[in-house]
């Protein structure tokens, strides 16, 4: 499939969830979320489709994209590891946990690996404190991690793909 008509597959994709919310008003972060989901980031193009779609400025898209740190505006990899770095997670070791995948990944945080299979990011607090240091990748939450597991949870999901019900 040709990266345009899957762009276009992803557009009408979006289109057909912001027909369906009837009344637009007040449902830009919705939208934003959904759109993130679909195309993995909020590229300018995308920002600039959801603020003709909904009817409002640009701009103010814009505003909400860069004030919440839960969407972003870069392209993410696809493998998705998430370091809490909250109190208990950081007093527990999480920044041992970030130099680990740092050299795993030869990546540094808040960046995706030039192969695009890999982003790297903390977090605040994931609200697993009794799990102390906690990770997530694409979701799935690891806690009790050490420096000494992080290679295999990489091979794990190299091995498994996106498939974690196996």
Known sequence: MSQTICNETKYSQLDQFIDQLGDKEGTLITTLHKAQDIFGYLSPEVQDHIAHKLGIPTSKVYGVVTFYSFFTMLPKGKFQV??????????????????????????????TSEDKMWSLDSLRCVGACGLAPVISVNGKVYGRVSPEDVKGIVEEHLAKGDNYDE
Do not use: H, P, S
């Not at 995948?101 to 960046?111: M, N």
């Open 82 to 111: 998430n370091v809490c770095m909250g109190t208990a997670c950081f007093v527990r070791g999480a920044q041992k946990i970030i130099d680990e995948f740092e050299k795993e990944l030869k990546i540094k945080v808040g960046e």
